[in-house]
C-alpha cells in the first residue's frame, strides 16, 4: 500500500522533470536565444506545471477512487472531467498566473486557448492513466486483505487444530482415563493375559497416534477409524457386555480424508453422555455416506441426548465446530438430533 508521502511524490516530481526536459529541448532546438528567456520559460512553465498537477491530483484523487468503487458512472463523469474540470482548471491556473504578474495580461486568452488545445489531448491521456493506474492498485489492495485474511483464517485453524490435539492428548494421559486403563490391565492379567497385553497395546496406539498426526490437518478416515476402534475396545474392557459398537464403512470412504480425533472425539462424547449414565449400558454406532459431494459421518448412541447450543465454550465439541469452521468453512457443519430413540451427531465434511 502506497503510503501519503509517496503519493506526493508522483505529482511534485514527474511535473518538474517534464519541464526541465522540455525546457532543455528547447535550449538545443535554439528555440531559447538567452538567459533571460530561459529563466522565464523556465519559471512560467514550472508555475504552469506545478499548479496543474496539484490540482489535477486533488482531484483525480477522489475521481478515480469512486470510479474504481463504482460510485460514480465513468462515462458521464470523464465527459464532465474533460469538458468541464480541465477547461476550468486551465483558467484559473492562468488567472493565478496573471495575477501574479508571470504573465501578460493582454495575452490572457491567447495564452489560455493555446495551452487549452495542448492540454486536453493529455488530459484523456493522463486521466485514462489515472483510472488504469487506481483500478490497479485497488486490485493489489483487495488481493493483499484478502490473502491477510486467509492467513488469519489458516493461523485460526492451525490454532483450533492444535488445541483439539492438546485436549485429546490430555484425555489419553487423564489420571482417570489412565487408572482406569491401567485398573482394567491389572485386572485382566491374572485371568486373560492376552487381552491385557492386546489392551495395553490399543493405548499405546492411541497415545501414538495423538502425536504423530500433530503436524496434519487431514488424515485417511481409515486411520481416525483405528483409533476409534482402539478406544472403543479400551473401553469394552471396562465397561464388557454393556458397551456394544458397530461400525459401518465401506472401503471407499475409508480413503476419504477427515480432520484428525473429529470422529475420535464424537465417539468420546458418545461414552461419556449416552453409555456412562445408563445402568445397563448401551450401543455405540459409526457410520458414513456420501451426499451431494459431502462426506457424512453419523455417531449414534442409544443414550438421551443433549442441544449443541449448551455445550460450553471450549469443550470438544465446541472446539471441533471451530476446527470445521476454520477448515472448510460453510461447506461443514455439526448436528445434533433425536431419531429412533437414538441420539445422533451428525459431522458433514467436504469429500476429499
Same mark, same amino acid.
Given at each position: 500500500m502506497?503510503?501519503?508521502? %509517496? ?15 522540455? $525546457? ?15 529563466? %522565464?520559460?523556465?519559471?512560467?512553465d514550472?508555475?504552469?506545471a ?9 482531484l483525480?484523487?477522489v ?18 472531467c ?9 483558467l484559473?491556473?492562468?488567472?493565478m498566473?496573471?495575477?501574479?504578474g ?6 490572457f486568452?491567447p495564452?489560455?486557448? %493555446?495551452?487549452l +488545445? ?9 486521466g485514462l492513466?489515472?483510472i ?7 486490485? $493489489?489492495q483487495?488481493?493483499?486483505a ?15 487444530t492444535?488445541?483439539?490435539?492438546? +485436549? ?7 489420571p482417570?482415563?489412565l ?5 482394567s ?9 492376552s487381552?491385557a ?8 496406539i ?18 481416525e ?12 474392557v ?6 456394544r ?19 475420535q ?11 456412562t449414565?445408563?445402568?445397563g449400558g ?5 457410520d ?13 448412541d442409544s443414550?438421551?441426548g443433549?442441544?449443541?447450543?449448551? $455445550? ?9 465446530v ?16 433425536? +431419531? ?8 458433514v465434511?467436504?469429500?476429499v
Open positions: 502506497i503510503s501519503g508521502k %509517496h503519493k506526493w511524490m508522483l505529482p511534485l516530481v514527474l511535473p518538474n522533470l517534464t519541464v526541465a526536459t522540455v $525546457v532543455v529541448f528547447q535550449v538545443l532546438w535554439h528555440q531559447i536565444s538567452n538567459t533571460q528567456d530561459l529563466l %522565464h520559460s523556465l519559471v512560467y514550472l508555475l504552469y506545478n499548479l496543474c498537477s496539484a490540482l489535477g491530483f486533488l483525480i484523487g475521481v478515480v477512487q469512486k470510479l474504481i468503487r463504482r460510485e460514480l458512472p465513468l462515462a458521464p463523469t470523464f465527459a464532465l474533460f469538458f468541464v474540470v480541465v477547461p476550468l482548471g486551465i484559473i491556473v492562468q488567472a498566473l496573471t495575477a501574479t508571470h504573465a501578460p495580461r493582454q495575452y486568452w495564452d489560455y486557448l %493555446h495551452t +488545445r495542448f492540454c486536453m489531448p493529455l488530459s484523456v491521456v493522463f492513466g489515472a488504469a493506474y487506481g483500478a490497479l492498485q485497488d486490485r $493489489v483487495r488481493m493483499e484478502t490473502l491477510h485474511e486467509k492467513e488469519i483464517a489458516e493461523a485460526q485453524a492451525q490454532k483450533s492444535a488445541e483439539a490435539r492438546l +485436549r485429546v492428548l490430555e484425555s489419553r494421559i487423564h482417570h482415563f487408572f482406569n486403563t491401567l485398573n490391565i491389572s485386572a485382566l492379567i491374572s485371568v486373560n493375559p487381552r497385553e492386546q489392551t495395553v497395546g490399543q493405548l499405546a492411541l497415545l501414538r497416534a495423538s502425536l504423530d498426526n500433530s503436524t496434519q490437518s487431514l488424515i485417511p478416515f481409515e486411520q477409524l483405528a483409533m476409534v476402534e482402539s478406544y472403543l475396545e479400551i473401553e469394552k471396562r465397561f464388557g457386555d454393556k458397551l459398537t458397530s461400525t459401518l464403512v465401506s472401503k471407499e470412504l475409508r480413503c476419504a480424508l477427515v480432520p484428525p480425533m473429529s470422529v472425539m464424537l465417539v468420546e462424547n458418545a461414552v461419556k453422555h449416552g453409555i449414565p445408563q445402568r448401551g450401543k455405540i454406532e459409526v458414513a455416506s456420501l451426499k451431494d459431494g459431502s462426506l457424512k459421518i453419523e455417531v449414534r443414550g438421551s443433549f442441544n449443541l447450543t449448551s $455445550v460450553p465454550a471450549g469443550h470438544g465439541l465446541d472446539n471441533l471451530e476446527r470445521l469452521n476454520s477448515l472448510f468453512g460453510a461447506k461443514a457443519h455439526l448436528n445434533v438430533s433425536r +431419531r429412533d430413540g437414538q441420539s445422533i451427531v451428525e459431522m465434511v467436504p469429500h
